[in-house]
């Protein structure tokens, strides 16, 4: 692939220029945001602090109700007289009014009043009455303060309210904060009466003592939002450019005299891609300096000593960590560009990439998170987390270099993906068909093929999140048979497939079988092994755990019917759609071993939870090497069917499946290996594999 | 010695959605030599863009085979657009380049070294005639002018092989007689030159061998002589009316706005 | 042939065959572009559980991590006569003691993260020494790392908890029961309803989704059908038919209207859809749950809010457009509009904002609070018919202005190139240079 840096500097050198021309461009994209996004800011904030600011000084009206109701009167006034002693009506501080009231949650109802306060009387513990309750209350533990349970004997107040209000939830929560601190200052007192020599705050009292500089903390709060502001202006900023690029050049006509120069298509896409980088570097450098301004007029909060956190050092550091994420943007709009066939198109591709490219910018705000973990494998979001540790003084290099080269990685195989679009004649042409598209059948379905099953994955969590209350066996007909099984028949009716060859509906050799009996209990213990591993690095909560096993194997179906849904339906359906024609749809794309892994990903990708992933993965990407070894669905059937009926039997008869010796994932691994050689001295080989 | 250009059993077929299969281009064959003027002859929707996309490397052929000095269209692109200078209505220019600055970008991008792309451009620019307006960004150019520099950045890097493609479309009568004194000179440099229109009277006026091209078949190819002697015609309106009547029985009827892509 | 009389369309008035033969080419073109239709609808069908899935992957992740977190703190200084706050700290299945070296290696091993936290009981001194067997607590530890900053949660925590029990038995020696040292408990009762808890949050987050949504949705609509239309060369086509220029500004208008309204809607609706039950369960668990169904009444009321804001970002998007030359330019100069939109709605942002008569009178603003109050179940019908007549006025005056802007032959031809200063300066200068004496 030739790349010649003269013509690549020339034709980049032109797309700048051309640029910097474009006034109208510069203006609306780089000016008047400038003077909008203040008045946005200064309109936001003087609306939050007018809110507030009513919030603090109006003063509430509320009611007192219930048999402790002179309590509650008792206790308000003598708040109020901590709080504003020198008054006995309402003054600058105690901001609270009674209202009178025969209906008080008439009134609350209405708006009249803001809360209630109702006072509730001490219950007695049950068959305990007088001296004996008292008794009874002395010998009685202490409940935990935090769980606000009351103590026999003690009286509550309770402070009623509407959430739907925002008057009411401020209103209440004042009043709630002052009665606390009321109750406090009683205990103190009361300590004080009995002879306690200190206060209570000063028993075991705490001294924090915080090694962190205040540059790191700066540092810190810096890092967790520096890569979701760039990603944002990068990602604008270079859309611009990007869009107009490949479609808008198409359009103008442009983009064919471009074509017929000696130029190679991978030369003028790496110009494109610098003018793209070049021009969403500077709308970052612009905007950043609007931000500083914006810091100066004070409508952007900054933690202190922002300035002592961002040295020279650290900022040119920092522009190195972010110009992979700059050239992967790039390519990846420039990619949206060029499988776009106009402008317009181009556009509706744009709020999804934006979305989605904002998500891995997200991650360091996520407590917990290190870069020594998977996440120095995500593009993007591993540089999220390195700056934050720089940010903080914290250099872990060989990780630090790791993000950096799998982020340039990315941007080097989406630059060559998008090459290739630049030789296709969607791009010159008229025609909105090709051969393919024309023709139709399994070519046409094998492009299409991704469409369909991210469509299924979406349409899967929204009608689940629907159905989610109903009795499990319904949810598994629903996703099982309707959907998945399903967007099969439409598949093959859409693509005139033949259901045979597509879903791979041949009978095996005989010796086939074995080799599943030998699977079954092998692949079952292998994939506890890798969920084990697997939790090393993506740790499950038990929570999680123990939610997702009580709706899965809920206790009140009968175990035949647990059998029926739980393993036969899935060994069917799930192995048309994945192994049946997912698989046919990639089989002529992909290499072998390529093919097995992607289709066991995608299976995992289905089962939605993290912690389902690993293992589902590894069941399926086994599923798929047997189908393609036997060219027959049905041993992966068998294979599937089986696993998960060991699974339901395991937790019927309460068999552990984690702790196991580790010679039983031997044991496993061993009868896998023979399954797999029996099903390769069996083999018939998948027609038309890459 | 190898013609410049030589086209055998060229095809192309495009798929439709209102239309179905389209073959566009179907068996043609020709070859242009240096220092001619090879005229492709035919009415809208015959084929000659796509034919001459394919050799400028835009289209990739369905069948048959073209080569430009050599160098084969599928398996050296690169080479085969480095010795072409491409011109078509669909070529647009960039209009926030002045026409100098167009021109010296097409003769950087298509390899000449900026020393020679800057002597080159002032040469054309000279030759052209457009020294008014060499510094006018190209969107302040009236058609005619455009016109000149389109042709100007075509030859910029001097390529051995031009293919003009309908390149008087839109121009007045004094532009177009302009433009066609300027192919000529460029015939009289050596160069071998594919010109494609639909207009009778330039084909007569400037080509050497003439192709008429009909349904995506060539019906025809000969000096004007040639065809004159075979078809008993005078006028190549006349010549050419006869060659594609002949040619009716065996082709399909033609489609109702039929355009190539 | 029209049944109009030339007379009238060559007066440049409305005609509404005229609209709806625009209009219907408008709609037609625009609905043939399959991949753009299509990907509209069936993006966000991918695009929210996507989003969703990604969040939830985190949380997830994030809580594993949390879960099996155990931290490693140094503790020194034991208080001797607190024998149950060490069993307590030596048994909590959380922290890992570690055998603590000195207080500056401690230091070290922290900023390394070799050591999450260090706690040293230190004697009380000066007053607080006054109750015996008092201590001090002195947590060391890192807040820039989020394993130290966890470790001295759990350390305080545990240190905090042994307070508040060592606090109620010296109270219990003293003659004072767990009832006179509670004294009253306080707590809080939410009477709201589910249905009023789910149209309040409705209420905040949905109008200003609403108006992003139908803004959106106007916008491209809005750049393609001027811009658009001059950069694919069919502009000067249109302005030549005898079609009068209000008639075309009118089906222009429409169409984008219509198109943007409906984009909005149908991405709201995709929204709901989609993040309706993850969302839900979501907010369940964090302790409300909300019944967010809309009750039918607000439905027509926020239709009408759907189409008036629509209505008025389609006009003002289509002013701006006008300028334009090309697809690019549209947009550039469309964003600033589209930024001003999201304006009066910022402004409204906080609850508790009153839907007042002068804010009826504020466009888009007026349209967000019909809404919102709609949402809520809350209708003041004055309100509501000064917010629809002030911003059928609006559109009007705005629709007048456009069709008076396409008088003007650069702006018909799409040569005009100077900023919009310049434009108006040369129709005022044009208009004030006196005319030529017959």
Known sequence: MKLRSPIVFTLFRTELRMLLRDRRVLLTSLVLPMLITPLLMLGSKATVERHEKTLREMTYRYAVTGPEAASVRELVRATRARIDPRSKTNQTQFRFAEEKSDDATNALAKGSIHFILEGIGAAPLPGMT????????????????????????????????????????????????????????????????????????????????????????????????????????????????????????????????????????????????????????????????????????????????????????????????????????????????????????????????????????????????????????????????????????????????????????????????????????????????????????????????????????????????????????????????????????????????????????????????????????????????????????????????????????????????????????????????FRGMLLHGLHRRLRPVALVLVVGVVFGIYHVALFRFVPTACLGAMFAAVTLLTRSIYPAMLWHAASNAIGLFADKLQIPETGLDPICYFAAGGMLAAAFWIFWRNRTPYPGLK | MTAPVVVQNLAKTFYDESRGEVQAVDDVSFECRAGEIFGLLGANGAGKTTTLRILATILKPSAGSASVMGHDVLTDPEAVRASLGFSSSTTALYPRLTARETLDFFARINGCPKAQARERVARLIQRFGIEEYADARVDKLSQGMKQKVAIARTVVHDPPVLIFDEPTVGLDVLNALEMQKMIAEFRAEGKAIIFSTHIMSEAEKLCDRIAIIHRGKIHACDTLAGLRASTGQHYLEDIFVHVVQDSAPEAAPLAQGAATP | MSSVPITQRHRGRLNWRDVGVLYGRELRAALREKTIVLNSLLIPVFLYPLLLWAGFSGFTYVMGQTEGFVCRAAISGWPAAHPKLRLNLEHDDKVTLVEPADHERAKQQIKTGQLDALLEFLPASGAKAALPGNFEARITYDSTRERSEEAHKRLSGAVERYRQDWVKREGRKRGIDAAGWQGFVISLQNVASQKQMGAFILGLIGPIMFVVMVAVGCFYPAVDCIAGERERNTWETLMSTSASRLSVVTAKYLYVASLGGLAGILNLLAIAVTLRPVLAPLLGRAGGIFDYTISPGALPVAAVGALLLAGFVAVGMMIFASFARTFKEGQAMITPFYMLTIVPVVFLEVPGIKFTLPLACVPIANVTMMVREALSGVFHWPQIIVAVASSLLVIALCLRFATFLLQFEDVVLGSFNGSFNKFIQRRLHKNRRPQPSL
């Open chain 1, 130 to 577: 007088g001296t004996n309750a008292t008794v009874k209350a002395k010998q009685s533990g202490f409940d935990d303060e935090e769980q606000e349970k009351p103590v026999a004997g003690a009286w509550t107040v309770k402070v009623v309210f509407r959430a739907d209000r925002d008057d009411s939830g401020s209103g209440s929560s004042q009043m709630s904060d002052a009665l606390r601190e009321s109750r406090r200052v009683q205990r103190v007192d009361l300590l004080k009466s009995r002879g306690f020599p200190v206060k209570p705050s000063e028993l075991a009292a705490i001294d924090n003592k915080d090694l962190a500089s205040k540059r790191q903390v700066a540092g810190l709060a810096l890092g967790r939002t520096i890569t979701l502001v760039l990603m944002l202006f990068i990602l604008t900023g270079g859309a611009v450019v990007a869009i107009d690029s490949i479609a808008g050049e198409k359009e103008r006509g442009t983009l064919e005299t471009l074509l017929t120069t000696s130029a190679s298509r991978v030369e003028i896409l790496v110009a494109k891609h610098l003018g793209v980088v070049a021009i969403a570097l500077l709308i970052t450098l612009v905007q950043s300096g609007n931000l500083l301004v914006y810091v100066g007029l004070e409508l952007l909060p900054l933690p202190a000593n922002f300035a002592a956190a961002v040295t020279p050092a650290t900022v040119v550091l920092l522009f190195f960590m972010y110009l992979p994420v700059a050239a992967l943007v790039a390519s990846v709009l420039l990619l949206t560009s060029g499988c776009a066939k106009s402008y317009k198109e181009a556009q509706i591709y744009f709020m999804p990439v934006l979305l989605v490219g904002l998500v891995p910018a997200l991650v360091p705000f996520l407590p917990g998170i290190s870069l020594r973990s998977i996440i120095v494998l995500l593009p993007v979001a591993n540089i999220a987390v390195a700056v934050k540790d720089i940010l903080t003084g914290s250099f872990d290099w060989p990780m630090i270099v790791l993000a950096w080269l799998v982020t340039a990685g990315a941007a080097v195989w989406t630059t060559r993906a998008g090459a290739r679009f630049l030789l296709s004649e969607r791009l010159i042409t008229a025609s909105d068909r090709d051969v393919v598209e024309a023709k139709g059948g399994l070519p046409l379905f094998e492009r299409h093929v991704w469409r369909w099953f991210a469509l299924l994955w979406g349409v899967l969590i929204i009608v689940s999140g629907y159905i989610e209350k109903l009795d499990v066996r319904l949810q598994l007909t629903v996703n099982l048979v309707v959907l998945l099984f399903g967007a099969v028949c439409l598949m093959l009716r859409h693509y005139h497939l033949d259901p045979r060859e597509a879903l791979a509906l041949h009978a095996p050799k005989p010796m086939v079988w074995l080799g599943v009996l030998c699977a079954v209990p092998g692949g079952f213990i292998t994939a506890l092994g890798v969920f084990q591993l697997a939790n090393y690095f993506l740790p499950t909560p038990t929570s999680v755990l123990e939610g997702f096993s009580q709706s899965v194997l809920p206790k009140s179906i009968p175990f035949w019917q647990m059998l029926l849904f739980m393993a036969v339906l899935p060994g069917i359906f799930e192995e048309l759609t």
